[in-house]
């Protein structure tokens, strides 16, 4: 099907994971245009749920891939159950942190071009390269840094060369076209999901390794930062006040790494450098 076909733009689906304790009714209630996937992580009664609460977001993406591979939409949308306001939805790229707006904005043709789409364009935290498994920190708070090379190999195989640097803007909320996730065989989903089940990490490292390689996962270089700027005008059609790609600074926490920052205190909402 050609790109812009409206029939493409109706064949869409958000999937989340939530606990019983959330609150997600806002995506069928405000998000009408999109079909929608709610898993449950810790009710096993519920219509759709994970297998177990275990992995954070990781586990219902991937168990909603595998139950529906060969019954997959044109675009799926990954996303937490947070639909706005600050802390809970910080990493929501728009106005009040809300995801409705991230998703009457997304441009679906970029997500049927290019395949995978992350929804944040903001580099904080996450960009230029959040993740350097071969640095030799002896930090609790990097372990799951210190984990990504041997779950890469789990997932990968062994041949496979661990990239020296991975870097995307968090949080692990993205787009995807069904022809991007048929990319791999269904075979692929089923081995990452087994593996997140038997891990025994926590969930924070497991779900922390997983939203550093959704992008690799979709076809992605191992740094994926497209330009700030032009990113909110190809995703969101949208343009930031005062913000300028290039503008940048160090971040005093990494010091050690030489990480530098994308200035983001200019932006009109979410989030400054440091």
């Not at 405000?30 to 992995?55: C, F, M, R």
Request: net charge negative; hydrophobic share 35%; with cysteine.
């Amino acid at each position: 099907m050609p790109l812009g076909d409206a029939a493409l733009y109706d064949d869409k689906i958000i999937v989340t994971g939530k606990m019983e304790s959330e609150d997600a009714a806002w995506i069928v209630a405000e998000l009408q245009d999109w079909k929608n996937a709610i898993y449950s992580v810790d009710n096993t009664s519920a219509p759709l749920h994970t297998a177990e609460n275990k992995g954070r977001e990781a586990n219902p993406y991937l168990t909603y891939l595998v139950e529906n591979y060969d019954n997959l939409p044109a675009i799926i949308a990954f996303i937490h159950p947070h639909r706005d306001g600050y802390p809970r939805g910080w990493h929501n790229d728009a106005e009040g942190y809300s995801n409705v707006k991230v998703l009457q904005t997304l441009n679906l043709d970029l997500v049927l071009e290019s395949g995978y789409v992350n929804l944040r364009c903001n580099y904080v935290p996450g960009c230029p390269d959040e993740i350097r498994p071969f640095r030799d920190w002896d930090d609790q708070d990097r372990q799951s840094e210190h984990e990504y090379g041997k779950i890469w190999h789990d997932l990968f195989g062994p041949d496979q060369e661990v990239p020296e640097r991975i870097g995307t803007p968090c949080c692990a909320q993205f787009a995807v076209s069904r022809e991007q996730v048929r990319a791999r065989p269904k075979s692929d989903y089923v081995k990452f999901l087994n593996h997140l089940r038997s891990s025994r990490l926590t969930d924070a490292v497991l779900g922390r390794v997983f939203e550093y390689l959704w992008h690799i996962m979709f076809g992605k270089e191992a740094i994926f930062c497209p330009a700030m700027q032009q990113c909110y005008k190809d995703v969101f059609n949208r343009t930031v006040n005062g913000l300028k790609d290039g503008d940048f600074c160090s971040r005093a926490d990494d010091a050690e790494s030489g990480f530098v920052a994308v200035v983001v205190g200019a932006v009109e909402y979410n989030g400054q450098c440091g």
